[in-house]
Nanobody, 123 residues
Framework: QVQLVESGGGLVRAGASLRLSCAAS????????VAWFRQAPGKEREFVAI????????DYADSVKGRFTVSRDNAKSMVYLQMNSLKPEDTAVYYC????????????????WGQGTQVTVSS
């Protein structure tokens, strides 16, 4: 029903910035909240940020608040995650997920996922 593809990851130094993109196809993206999650080696998938279908309502994990910004462009079927002041502890595979309606911070409630993009931050 919904296909998602992440891009924009890479290897950067601490303090640098990256912008991740999530390209969607299938059903109208405006029907879905889209969230970013990340998973580091040996750890569970962790909520990062979410944006509602209308692009207005957002929420962030405390660990990234003030550094990351999530946005979306439904006309282009794109969702973005701007990451500034990156830290080594941000190193993880980053995934976008689509959730019909209001969305959730629980990864097990999402039906649609991208393949992930690797972000590595060196000290």
């Amino acid at each position: 029903q919904v296909q998602l593809v992440e891009s924009g990851g890479g290897l950067v130094r601490a303090g640098a910035s990256l912008r991740l993109s999530c390209a969607a196809s299938g059903r109208s993206l405006s029907l879905y909240a889209v969230a970013w999650f990340r998973q580091a080696p040996g750890k569970e998938r962790e909520f990062v940020a979410i944006v509602a279908g209308n692009g207005y309502n957002t929420d962030y994990a405390d660990s990234v608040k003030g550094r990351f910004t999530v946005s979306r462009d439904n006309a282009k079927s794109m969702v973005y995650l701007q990451m500034n002041s990156l830290k080594p502890e941000d190193t993880a595979v980053y995934y976008c997920g689509a959730h019909r309606g209001l969305g959730s911070i629980r990864p097990d409630s999402y039906e649609y996922w991208g393949q992930g993009t690797q972000v590595t931050v060196s000290s």
